[in-house]
């Protein structure tokens, strides 16, 4: 367990000040909280949630949020899906790129979803299937959401504790901008460093692009056997 108050002393010791007002103290709880959400958008400070929903025969786009069709804390990304039908089968659903989905030339067939689209709106998001759903079917999802941020200065969230440094370098430099203070360069290095740590033991968990060789056909009159995949070149000199 993390409490901001003890996150944000930490910090403007950092910059120099022991004894934070109560302003300060205000205006770094903001500062804290969007750090927080910046970092969930970079992937960097999110939790992975299960949770199991319900698709509807015929409704093919569901909101997301707070107040939503499906009303749960709002994603900020989907990690992985499948559809569960009455007989208890399993159908993986693949996510899809906007290009991917605006790609897709029937969007209104009737048929077991095998694709998603998720739109990050706000304050709901979108899940968008590629097709009419055939059946009702049980939608479960691994989600990527923020961490929680701070209510008050004296609440507290459950956070790993490998983050508690990167926080505290990371918005010492926030508040000695916002304070005009003396910000020494033991404490950008050391928020860099710590922040890197992160990313780097996050890397494992992200997702690698799936590699694609349909791109040389499109929109040339050429397919993508004119492209080796061993030599990495294209046949008889094309160009992409």
């Known amino acids: 367990m993390a409490d901001a108050s003890g996150i944000i002393t930490a910090s403007f010791i950092k910059v120099g000040v022991d004894a934070p007002t109560t302003a300060q103290t205000a205006s770094a709880l903001i500062s804290l909280n969007d750090m927080i959400s910046s970092w969930g958008a970079e992937k960097l400070l999110y ?19 707070t107040a939503g069709q499906w009303n749960t804390d709002r994603p900020i990304g989907v990690r992985s899906c499948f559809l569960r ?7 993986p659903v693949r996510c899809l790129s906007s290009k ?20 990050p709106e706000y304050p709901l998001a979108k899940i968008i299937f590629d097709s009419s759903p055939d059946a009702d079917y049980d939608a479960y999802f691994e989600f990527y959401k923020n961490f929680t941020v701070f209510a008050s200065t004296t609440a507290t969230v459950t956070l790993p504790n490998e983050y508690l440094d990167a926080l505290v370098y990371n918005l010492a430099i926030s508040l000695g901008e916002d304070w005009d203070r003396q910000i020494g360069q033991t404490v950008i290095a050391n928020a860099v460093r710590t922040k890197n740590i992160i990313d780097s033991t996050l890397a494992s968990q992200k997702e690698v692009p799936k590699a694609r060789f349909d791109f040389y056909g499109l929109g040339t009159g050429r397919d993508s056997s004119d492209y080796n995949i061993v030599t990495d070149e294209l046949v008889d000199g094309g160009v992409f």
Do not use: H
């Open 85 to 91: 039908n009455s007989d208890n089968y399993d159908f």
């Open 100 to 119: 991917d989905y605006n790609a897709t030339s029937n969007k209104s067939f009737t048929a077991r979803p095998t694709r998603l689209y998720f739109l």
């Open 47 to 65: 939790s992975v949630v299960s949770e199991g929903l319900s698709v509807v025969t015929g409704d093919y786009e569901y909101t997301i949020g």
